[in-house]
């Protein structure tokens, strides 16, 4: 498996945070999607690399880094939150089938990370502003998954009844270099294994600047960054959940159903 993230960098970013801002909305979210499910959950695990901010919202929970391997033990929690880790994972299958090993029958997972519209402006600028400064790329914002793929990874791990939507949150910055400040202080800067290991030249950081000022200013001034934040829902199996009709089982016609009279297909060749 090719090796993505450079973990120890990943935690150093981590371990230097100072802004919470977004990570604080998106577990607000989560905790409505809570309210509105109605059970209650007595075991919850969080996998986060921020607990104190959910100390305040779930403060029985436990909790755990989002580590290559989790540290978890097989049917424990009715409840397992994965939080805005997941687009640095190497595996992200890996996290979601240890995180439903974690479930307890009709046990709930919830996981958020950023999807692939995250930061597009960016990536452009500064994909555009290397190419012309130096002549060539290097990468910079790990790719992000597309919500129409992320679907798919639920039920490839074995969660049961998957759903996958997405936020899309535009924020507005005074200019390019504030708002890469801004993602060193969430702890979301560059930790890609691939990353160039020294500092980037000046003139590409200007130019980058320039290209976002005049193509994603924002219509009060300064600029506008995207974040996209994709929330993946799944329920562990179990058989009191809702199961598929056997094809051709069904006891009544959509036709009468929807009020409408039924045409039959022609045999093919007529």
Do not use: K
């Not at 009715?78 to 805005?84: E, F």
């Not at 500064?126 to 130096?134: C, F, I």
């Not at 390019?176 to 560059?190: F, Q, S, V």
């Amino acid at each position: 498996m090719q090796t993505l993230t450079d973990s120890t960098a990943l935690t150093r970013n981590r371990a230097r945070a100072t802004t919470t801002f977004l990570r604080d909305r998106v577990a607000a979210d989560v905790q409505e999607r809570l309210q509105e499910v109605n059970r209650t959950f007595t075991q919850p695990l969080i996998v986060t690399p921020t607990p104190a901010i959910w100390a305040r919202i779930l403060p029985d929970a436990a909790t755990m880094p989002p580590t290559d391997v989790l540290d978890v033990r097989p049917g424990v929690h009715d409840l397992v939150i994965h939080d805005l880790s997941l687009h640095w994972a190497d595996d992200p299958v890996g996290q979601l089938v240890q995180a439903r090993h974690a479930l307890m029958p009709d046990g709930l997972f919830i996981g958020t990370l950023f999807g692939g519209q995250t930061l597009h402006e960016l990536r452009a600028c500064l994909a555009q502003a290397e190419a012309q400064v130096t002549g060539g790329l290097s990468p910079r914002v790990a790719p992000m998954a597309e919500i129409r793929d992320l679907g798919g990874l639920l039920y490839r791990a074995g969660l049961a009844l998957p759903v996958a939507d997405g936020d899309t949150l535009r924020i507005r910055y005074r200019d390019a270099h504030a708002l890469m400040h801004d993602l060193r202080t969430m702890g979301e800067g560059n930790a890609l294994a691939a990353r160039q290991r020294h500092a980037t030249r000046r003139a590409v950081m200007a130019v980058a600047a320039d290209l976002y000022g005049t193509h994603f200013a924002h219509p009060d001034g300064g600029i506008t960054a995207t974040f996209e934040v994709i929330t993946l829902t799944g329920w562990a199996p179990a058989d009191s959940q809702p199961q598929p009709l056997r094809p051709g089982s069904a006891t009544a016609r959509l036709a009468d159903a929807l009020g409408t009279a039924e045409t039959p297909l022609r045999p093919q060749g007529d």
